[in-house]
């Protein structure tokens, strides 16, 4: 389950086939893990749907819960 933790901290937020893929473990593996960390309150993750094309990819979407990316570089809008 660790391992599925540090992808997320390490990438902030990720689909479940990427997480799969990084760390070469089988996708209902993953789901597992997520469904576990996520009853936990470890995880937020949401249901995703893609359409590529004709493709059609059902996907979770997933990072730590309470993760705040930070700001990107560059000028930022002042405050009104």
């Known amino acids: 389950m660790s391992d599925v933790l540090q992808c997320l901290?390490?990438?902030g937020q990720r689909l479940d086939l990427e997480i799969a893929e990084e760390t070469r473990v089988p996708l209902a593996a993953v789901r597992e893990r997520l469904s576990e960390l996520s009853a936990a309150?470890?995880?937020?993750?949401?249901?995703?749907t893609r359409y590529?094309?004709?493709?059609?990819?059902?996907?979770?979407?997933?990072?730590v819960s309470g993760f705040v990316p930070a700001p990107a570089p560059g000028r930022k809008p002042k405050a009104a």
């Open 9 to 11: 901290k390490k990438h």
């Open 52 to 63: 590529e094309g004709a493709r059609t990819i059902e996907a979770w979407q997933c990072r």
């Open 41 to 48: 309150g470890a995880v937020v993750m949401c249901r995703l």
